[in-house]
């Protein structure tokens, strides 16, 4: 008798909130879909690039938050929680997020060039990479690119924390032919002479 009840209560719920459970349901469908496409990339990429299985991890567990923070979103909005109160809260927050995320000036920022960087096909692990900056430069060998910066190793092996905005932002040049040192300013063909022929006495 009570399973007969409870069977009917779920009967109806159901048929109450037929749209917002196929909504979910679609929700839910779409979420599998993204990550069944998008984390496959995201390991062929890993894998092209040579970087290690720390990087593999770090981008699915981006991945997944920032989707996961999405479609949580909309699966409020499809089972009508009243956010009226918060939507002025709420669209200020999206919109400091979404100007943080690209803005050269954020921290967020370095997030959304970790992704780039991770499917840009330049920047793979052992590439020698010289970052320009007006006359200035830094160079060296790419260990590992994280979350938040990019690991360059130089000849003399020193390590070089790079911001990922300001490596996606400045010009760069991929295994030049010739080497300067880790860092400082560039210098003017004299010098290069000058330095050459001391190299060669």
Known sequence: MNSTIV???LTSWIQQEAVAIFWTCFVFVCYGMLTRRL?????????DGGFKNDSLK????T???????VFSAVLLVV???DISGMLLMSTSILAVTGVALFANWSVLSNITAYFVL???SAYRRGNFVRVLDGDNYIEGYISDIGVFNTKFVTEDREIIIYPNNLLLGRPTQINPRNRFNSIGKIPKPEEKKMDE?????
């Open 7 to 9: 069977f009917e209560q």
């Open 39 to 47: 984390f496959p990339k995201i390991d062929q990429s890993v894998d």
């Open 58 to 61: 770090k981008a699915y567990l």
């Open 63 to 69: 991945v997944r938050w920032l989707s996961g923070i």
């Open 79 to 81: 089972w009508g929680v």
């Open 118 to 120: 991770l499917f840009h």
């Open 197 to 201: 022929l001391n190299k060669e006495i």
